[in-house]
């Protein structure tokens, strides 16, 4: 009788094992499933691949949709922290400024009371 581990034990074992162990696993696994180790390529083995031409190969075969194992998920991008800092360090710059120039157009406090009471009567 065997029993079943979680995938969190199989995980941990498996990180447990050393290289070497894990090669083994993965060829004894690979020959239990009829498969060859190798490039699939008749006549070019692996050790023949550069690391160029196997980048090639991974972004060529993520183009088939067929050829992938997990369906991917498109999220929304979030906006970043730095951009948010910076988008309100400019609206604070702004304000100051229109605060900047309004004072120095009108220095005068009694002006500036003139202003704000025409403003809030203005019909």
């Known amino acids: ?6 995938n969190e034990e199989r995980k941990e074992r498996f990180k447990a094992m050393s290289s070497a162990d894990r090669k083994a ?3 004894a696994k690979m020959k239990a499933e009829g ?3 190798g490039s699939g390529v008749p006549g070019k083995d692996l050790s023949s691949y550069d690391r160029d031409e196997i980048w090639d190969l ?11 194992t997990k369906p ?11 951009k948010s800092l910076i988008t309100w360090i400019l609206i604070a710059l702004a304000l100051t400024g229109g605060m900047v120039l309004y004072y120095r157009q009108y220095p ?4 500036r009371r003139e202003l704000s009471v025409d403003g809030m009567f203005a019909d």
């Open 1 to 6: 009788m065997t029993t079943k581990e979680s």
């Open 25 to 27: 696993l993965i060829r």
């Open 35 to 37: 498969l060859q180790e």
């Open 108 to 111: 005068s406090p009694d002006t």
């Open 72 to 82: 991917t998920t498109i999220r929304a991008k979030a906006p970043s922290k730095k």
């Open 58 to 68: 991974i972004q060529v075969t993520s183009c088939f949709s067929e050829m992938q």
